[in-house]
């Protein structure tokens, strides 16, 4: 036995590939309130200068596990808060280039660039959603006026349930969208 492999017997790791090497389960309480079960792993068995995943060796890329966009919303008090996901080696592995350009991080980075170089500016999401909600309120504010002026007129329909009516467009009053034409009364009756 080498060293190693002495220290982490004692200390009461067991060696488990599948796992990705040394592991010792231990039970833990985090911070909120739920109790976890925690593998510490030391990933000895596979050795840090090759990828974790084909085992290659060159260059090679950390790569969090759960990505630092997720770390950043976790409140105080939810789970993963206090397990210091930014930092901690337990949510690192180490993959060569072409690995790491396989995962999310990479798709979402490799966007967020061709974004800069077509010299778009990257858009905040609270940003975009105030935007469509802006659109969406003037969309309707002029659909109402053009029904207002007799310019067009409300689809008659009732949507699901019968609770409301359609806010499509059609030609003629007491007419029915595509939709609803279904629910036209038949001009037989």
Same mark, same amino acid.
């Given at each position: 036995?080498?060293?190693?492999?002495?220290?982490?017997?004692?200390?009461? @790791?067991?060696?488990?590939?599948?796992?990705?090497?040394?592991?010792? /389960?231990?039970?833990?309480?985090?911070?909120?309130?739920? /109790?976890?079960?925690?593998?510490?792993?030391?990933?000895? /068995?596979?050795?840090?200068?090759?990828?974790?995943?084909?085992?290659?060796?060159?260059?090679?890329?950390?790569?969090?596990?759960?990505?630092?966009?997720?770390? *950043?919303?976790?409140?105080?008090?939810?789970?993963? @808060?206090?397990?210091?996901?930014? @930092?901690?080696?337990?949510?690192?592995?180490?993959?060569?280039?072409?690995?790491?350009?396989?995962?999310?991080s990479h798709f979402y980075r490799r966007w967020m660039r061709s974004q800069e170089r077509k010299g778009e500016p990257i858009e905040?999401?609270?940003?975009?959603?105030?935007?469509?909600?802006?659109?969406?309120?003037?969309?309707?504010?002029?659909?109402?006026?053009?029904?207002?002026?007799?310019?067009?007129?409300?689809?008659?329909?009732?949507? *699901?349930?019968?609770?409301?009516?359609?806010? *499509?467009?059609?030609?003629?009053?007491?007419?029915?969208?595509?939709?609803?034409?279904?629910? /036209?009364?038949n001009p037989e009756e």
């Amino acid at each position: 036995m080498t060293e190693d492999t002495e220290r982490f017997v004692a200390e009461g @790791y067991t060696l488990t590939p599948e796992l990705g090497g040394w592991v010792k /389960a231990t039970r833990t309480v985090c911070k909120c309130g739920e /109790a976890v079960m925690t593998l510490d792993t030391i990933r000895s /068995a596979i050795p840090q200068d090759v990828c974790q995943i084909c085992l290659s060796k060159g260059i090679l890329q950390k790569h969090h596990i759960i990505s630092r966009a997720i770390i *950043k919303k976790i409140k105080t008090g939810e789970h993963g @808060y206090d397990l210091g996901l930014e @930092y901690s080696g337990r949510n690192l592995i180490t993959l060569c280039v072409p690995c790491h350009e396989l995962t999310g991080s990479h798709f979402y980075r490799r966007w967020m660039r061709s974004q800069e170089r077509k010299g778009e500016p990257i858009e905040d999401p609270k940003e975009r959603r105030r935007r469509r909600a802006r659109n969406a309120n003037r969309q309707r504010l002029e659909r109402e006026e053009r029904w207002a002026s007799g310019e067009c007129f409300r689809c008659s329909g009732m949507n *699901k349930g019968g609770r409301s009516r359609c806010s *499509k467009t059609v030609k003629k009053e007491g007419g029915f969208c595509g939709t609803h034409l279904w629910q /036209a009364p038949n001009p037989e009756e």
